[in-house]
């Protein structure tokens, strides 16, 4: 190298052209149980002594959760919550929320099928 030609700077967290060790597809699936597609209508009871209920669609199911839409702001993340849904009732913790401009989708792990009253 000549004295006038520096080393090309590399920004933090820069990756060589062609390597790919770090990448990953945009919408890898790491889910661990098949999704199913939903539909129709489920029933969430949360707050304290259950008080508050709402209507929510499903959007689809796996053996372990389930992702609902609806119109509720006041679900929170590690939330227990009863659901009730065509003859089937249980309990599911909230696991996240996404806000989007006309509703909630919120993803549910499932905790216990068959319960008739939240967890204290």
């Not at 890898?28 to 929510?56: M, Q, W, Y």
């Not at 599911?92 to 993803?107: F, I, K, P, S, Y």
Request: with cysteine; aromatic share 6%.
């Amino acid at each position: 190298m000549d004295g006038n030609q520096q080393t090309p700077r590399r920004l933090i967290g820069e990756v060589e052209p062609g390597d790919r060790s770090l990448s990953r597809t945009p919408y890898e699936n790491r889910r661990r149980t098949p999704r199913h597609s939903g539909g129709g209508g489920i029933e969430i009871v949360f707050g304290d002594l259950a008080a508050e209920a709402i209507r929510a669609q499903l959007l689809d199911f796996s053996a372990m959760g389930f992702r609902i839409t609806h119109h509720c702001p006041y679900l929170k993340t590690g939330e227990e919550v009863l659901f009730r849904r065509a003859g089937e009732e249980g309990t599911a913790r909230v696991m996240w929320n996404r806000v989007l401009a006309q509703r909630v989708e919120t993803g549910l792990l499932v905790l216990e099928r068959g319960a008739r009253k939240l967890r204290e």
